[in-house]
């Protein structure tokens, strides 16, 4: 049996079954002393990460004096597995962890007979929970689990019913490690020790898992499921920010923090367009921008019959070309009043006054006048399509080339009538000529159109190269 005698907690990277039985005698013998139900809690040091319970069929007779002290009855495992029915289960539980029980050599002793019983030998290295809080938690009345807990303010769903009593000594657990986290003063210093110590052990889990290349990562909870979504050239520094968040949203991450998956890209675009996608699929609750995924509105622009080139608000299905995309229509209103401002347009032609009005913007030297026949339409058409190139592509069909996941390969951002299309990889001697075989080649994504805006962006900001179609 270990007891951590010159370790801490925290020293030891173990998993820990946290087992619990309910029985049918007081010692291991087949016709009447059997296992009746069975539950444990996987903790990996930092949380409880995974449960199994399960009533078991004895094969022999529940004595009333044990049904009253567990609630079990002969009627209700009578359909239920045979212990041989559930030892793989057992045995995928318990494997790499330490047993750990409250008074563990009986709870242990009755496992280990069970499986002898089928010709196999268990073994498992253990710990006392009993044996802990007495050295841990001295002068207690009683260190029974029931009034132990009691005590401690745990409560205890469905007492002497072994999933009930396994969870409340998982909660015991988590208080024998925080209390030891302290030693050599055994003396509880609250949550906020036990955080620091998890947070600290987690961080390095996290850190030696997550590579230092360019790609897209997710911060996960204990069942997996994604708190956020991040990118980085170097995914290694990135996730060390995290772990000194000046915010509570960011402390509150790493509270929940269990795990970390990622998938490298290559390219810092292709991370950039990954995680945008990912975002908006996932809406992680620590993300806060890019979770809209409902474009409803657009700017389009077209050229009139006066030719001029002119802009309006639409639905998103009513455009024909669209220039930039909108969640809601008051976005759109304020993006062409601020781009109508930066570029000297013209109310009317920017369909926010009516067709045949000589427009208010005009009247305080806003606008030049094409309203009032007062500009040539060359003039105003320069300065309207300077706003339209600071929105497109200058080629309609292109791809932008960049560094692959390895040496052997480089990437590509597919661009095919001023829309992004996808990713993908090419091997760096490959033939890249065909349009087809890129758009083959593309990794399937959803097209969002701040896709685009992000593309333009980066183009903006960094040197590329382009194959133009």
């Known amino acids: 049996m270990l007891d951590w005698k010159g370790d801490s907690f925290s020293d030891i990277c173990h998993m820990f079954a946290i087992v619990d039985i309910e029985t049918c005698g007081g010692k291991f013998e087949?016709?009447?002393?059997?296992?009746?139900?069975?539950?444990?809690?996987?903790?990996?040091?930092?949380?409880?990460?995974?449960?199994?319970?399960?009533?078991?069929?004895?094969?022999?007779?529940?004595?009333?004096?044990?049904?009253?002290?567990?609630?079990?009855?002969?009627?209700?495992?009578?359909?239920?597995?045979?212990?041989?029915?559930?030892?793989?289960d057992i045995l995928e539980f318990t494997e790499g962890c330490i047993f750990v029980a409250h008074n563990v050599n009986f709870d242990y002793s009755f496992v280990r007979d069970?499986?002898?019983?089928?010709?196999?030998?268990?073994?498992?290295?253990?710990?006392?929970?009993?044996?802990?809080?007495?050295?841990?938690?001295?002068?207690?009345?009683?260190?029974?689990?029931?009034?132990?807990?009691?005590?401690?303010?745990?409560?205890?769903?469905?007492?002497?019913?072994?999933?009930?009593?396994?969870?409340?000594?998982?909660?015991?657990?988590?208080?024998?490690?925080?209390?030891?986290?302290?030693?050599?003063?055994?003396?509880?210093?609250?949550a906020e020790a036990l955080m620091v110590r998890r947070i600290d052990k987690i961080k390095q889990y996290i850190l030696n898992?997550?590579?230092?290349?360019?790609?897209?990562?997710?911060?996960?909870?204990?069942?997996?499921?994604?708190?956020?979504?991040?990118?980085?050239?170097?995914?290694?520094?990135?996730?060390?920010?995290?772990?000194?968040?000046?915010?509570?949203?960011?402390?509150?991450?790493?509270?929940?923090?269990?795990?970390?998956?990622?998938?490298e890209t290559g390219s810092e675009l292709i991370a950039l367009l990954l995680e945008n996608k990912e975002i908006k699929a996932h809406k992680p609750e620590f993300n806060t921008r890019q979770k809209a995924d409902a474009f409803t509105h657009a700017i389009d622009y077209f050229?009139?019959?006066?030719?001029?080139?002119?802009?309006?608000?639409?639905?998103?299905?009513?455009?024909?070309?669209p220039l930039l995309s909108f969640t809601s229509m008051a976005a759109a209103r304020e993006k062409i009043e601020y781009l109508l401002d930066e570029f000297s347009?013209?109310?009317?032609?920017?369909?926010?006054?009516?067709?045949?009005?000589?427009?208010?913007?005009?009247?305080?030297?806003?606008?030049?006048?094409?309203?009032?026949?007062?500009?040539?339409?060359?003039?105003?058409?320069?300065?309207?399509?300077?706003?339209?190139?600071?929105?497109?592509?200058?080629n309609p069909n292109f791809m932008i080339l960049g560094k692959g996941r390895t040496t052997e390969e480089k990437s590509f951002v597919l661009i095919l009538n001023q829309r992004y299309a996808g990713y993908g990889y090419l091997i760096k001697d490959q033939s890249y000529s065909n349009v087809e075989d890129i758009r083959a080649a593309c990794i399937e994504t959803v097209y969002h159109p701040d896709a685009d805006h992000i593309i333009k962006s980066w183009m903006s900001r960094n040197k590329f190269e382009v194959k133009v179609f």
């Open 30 to 88: 087949f016709q009447k002393g059997r296992i009746i139900e069975i539950a444990i809690v996987v903790h990996d040091g930092l949380s409880v990460v995974k449960s199994f319970s399960s009533l078991i069929n004895p094969e022999c007779y529940i004595a009333p004096n044990f049904t009253r002290i567990s609630g079990i009855t002969n009627e209700m495992v009578a359909d239920a597995p045979k212990f041989h029915e559930v030892a793989k």
């Open 303 to 321: 050229t009139n019959e006066e030719d001029i080139l002119t802009f309006k608000i639409v639905t998103h299905e009513e455009a024909k070309q």
């Open 209 to 263: 898992k997550i590579p230092e290349t360019t790609g897209v990562y997710y911060f996960l909870n204990n069942k997996h499921e994604i708190l956020y979504i991040g990118k980085s050239t170097n995914m290694y520094n990135r996730a060390i920010n995290h772990f000194n968040p000046a915010e509570n949203k960011g402390k509150k991450l790493l509270n929940e923090l269990y795990n970390v998956d990622f998938v």
């Open 114 to 190: 069970e499986f002898a019983s089928l010709g196999y030998k268990y073994r498992r290295d253990t710990i006392c929970t009993v044996r802990l809080s007495r050295k841990f938690l001295p002068g207690k009345d009683s260190y029974s689990l029931g009034k132990l807990c009691a005590s401690l303010g745990i409560e205890v769903q469905n007492r002497h019913r072994a999933l009930g009593d396994a969870e409340a000594t998982a909660k015991l657990f988590d208080i024998l490690l925080e209390v030891k986290s302290t030693h050599p003063v055994y003396k509880n210093q609250g």
């Open 345 to 394: 347009l013209c109310l009317r032609y920017c369909s926010l006054t009516s067709e045949d009005a000589v427009c208010f913007n005009h009247q305080i030297k806003k606008c030049n006048g094409i309203c009032a026949g007062e500009e040539a339409v060359e003039d105003y058409n320069f300065r309207a399509q300077k706003l339209v190139n600071q929105f497109t592509y200058d």
